[in-house]
């Protein structure tokens, strides 16, 4: 493909260096637009929530940022992957507060991102703990995430062909920790009732009656998250043959993962957690299509997603 001749506003944002650090400075408004205007009288608690849950979300950028400079999940110099992730979570003010969903988003993106290092990789026994201590931790915020734990077995086995006894047990034991140190504290204060507690709730209830209650925000992002998704991993399996066969793996890895979370969130539209681990992988597939695909359609659909949330973000407002 020819990028030099393609002068669209979405191909000019792709490629400039200045598209992350805008759209930092922007989630910073949007973040701390949220919590200050209600700090009357200041309330510490909550201050200090939006900061914790601020420094969460650059240390997310963060991860994927490396994630795709290492790993080279978009074959050209861009940023467009912590972009994407950056915006549709800065105009969903539920997720501004440092909760379970900042955490499994970095969790997750954390694990993911150590989990596809294992493909041809001579020891990945390293890499395959400290991907599933990351859900681990997750877990303990959010314990739904340990059934990822089994997706993950799932992709080591037919994406990055690396599940052995020995990183099989190393997943075990990277996912027992946290609750093993966690058992240690109950033992020496001799009460287990919080464990117990954060086992008997393990699974959101649903309620499809709560259904009409989603916000319009969130209605909202549903609208471009979900099109976009599902456009973008049709646009990726059409072009797949354009990567490396170990690119490839790593991105019908997220594939397969962002079909499974779709659904999931989709059952639960009301769980905040499901929608934010689904943006981690749903935020490559749409960041890859803004950056190799071509043509009026791909920019008006560029323009169309930034002022759907630009109206996101001024309904908070309103």
Same mark, same amino acid.
Request: glycine share 4%.
């Given at each position: ?25 922007? !989630? ?9 205007? %209600? ?34 999940? $978009? ?34 993106? $954390? ?33 739904? $995430? ?36 966690? !058992? ?12 117990? %507690? ?109 002022? $759907? ?10």
């Amino acid at each position: 493909m020819d990028y030099d001749h393609d002068t669209s506003f979405c191909n000019k944002a792709v490629e400039s260096v200045f598209s992350l650090p805008v759209c930092i400075a922007i !989630a910073t408004l949007l973040w701390f637009g949220d919590t200050l205007p %209600h700090l009357q009288p200041f309330d510490v608690d909550t201050f200090l929530s939006a900061v914790g849950s601020y420094i969460v979300m650059l240390l997310t950028v963060f991860v994927l940022s490396e994630a795709d400079n290492t790993l080279g999940l $978009l074959r050209i110099r861009t940023s467009m992957l912590p972009c994407v992730w950056l915006m549709l979570t800065a105009v969903q003010p539920d997720l501004h507060q440092l909760a379970a969903p900042q955490i499994c988003s970095l969790c997750v993106a $954390l694990g993911l991102s150590l989990l596809l290092r294992c493909y041809q990789c001579v020891e990945p026994v390293g890499w395959v703990f400290h991907s599933f201590l990351c859900l681990g931790v997750g877990s303990v915020v959010f314990p739904p $995430l340990l059934c990822l734990g089994l997706l993950f077995y799932l992709w080591l086995h037919t994406f990055m062909q690396a599940l052995s006894p020995r990183t099989a047990a190393a997943g075990l034991v990277g996912l027992a920790f946290p609750y093993v140190v966690w !058992a240690g504290t109950c033992l020496s204060s001799e009460d287990f009732s919080p464990l117990l %507690h954060h086992f008997s709730n393990f699974w959101p209830t649903i309620s499809w009656a709560s259904h009409p209650n989603i916000s319009l925000t969130h209605g909202i992002l549903w609208c471009i998250t979900l099109p976009l998704t599902a456009i973008g991993i049709v646009f990726y399996t059409l072009q797949s043959y354009a990567d490396k066969i170990r690119v490839r793996m790593m991105h019908f890895a997220c594939i397969a993962q962002t079909v499974i979370l779709l659904l999931t969130a989709l059952m639960y539209p009301l769980c905040n957690e499901f929608f934010a681990i689904l943006l981690v992988t749903a935020s490559l597939h749409i960041a890859y299509f803004f950056a190799f695909a071509r043509g009026r359609v791909t920019n008006v659909l560029f323009l169309l997603s930034l002022l $759907l949330l630009a109206l996101t973000a001024l309904l908070r407002v309103v």
